[in-house]
Nanobody
Framework: QVRVVESGGDLVQPGGSLRLSCAASGNIFSINVVNWYRQTPGNTRELLGLISSIGMTSYTDLAKGRFTISRDKASNTTYLEMKNLSAEDTAVYYC???????????????WGRGTRVTVSS
């Protein structure tokens, strides 16, 4: 079974920066795409961006210019770096991963439980 766990959420002051991690573990044959979402209070989950297995990234308008997604393939960890944070960025941040597992190479699509980011002075 494959799982992902987010970490790095914290209380940060407006204008600050934060780096979130998404660590994948388990019976991984491949990780194809890792997506980052967030959910603000009272709203649905919103896509921020993704990174592919070859390191290509794509961002939605929510994330362009302030958020950067990167990946350390050796540790199966994906990062979401956020800068110039404001109160509107207060949310629970989630990652998802798709790929193939071992030993059957069946497809998986897993979500983490999220990590909370609070932006406040």
């Amino acid at each position: 079974q494959v799982r992902v766990v987010e970490s790095g959420g914290d209380l940060v002051q407006p204008g600050g920066s934060l780096r979130l991690s998404c660590a994948a573990s388990g019976n991984i044959f491949s990780i194809n795409v890792v997506n980052w979402y967030r959910q603000t209070p009272g709203n649905t989950r919103e896509l921020l961006g993704l990174i592919s297995s070859i390191g290509m990234t794509s961002y939605t308008d929510l994330a362009k210019g302030r958020f950067t997604i990167s990946r350390d393939k050796a540790s199966n960890t994906t990062y979401l770096e956020m800068k110039n944070l404001s109160a509107e960025d207060t949310a629970v941040y989630y990652c998802t991963a798709t790929g193939q597992n071992l030993p059957t190479r069946a497809a998986y699509n897993v979500w983490g439980r999220g990590t909370r980011v609070t932006v406040s002075s």
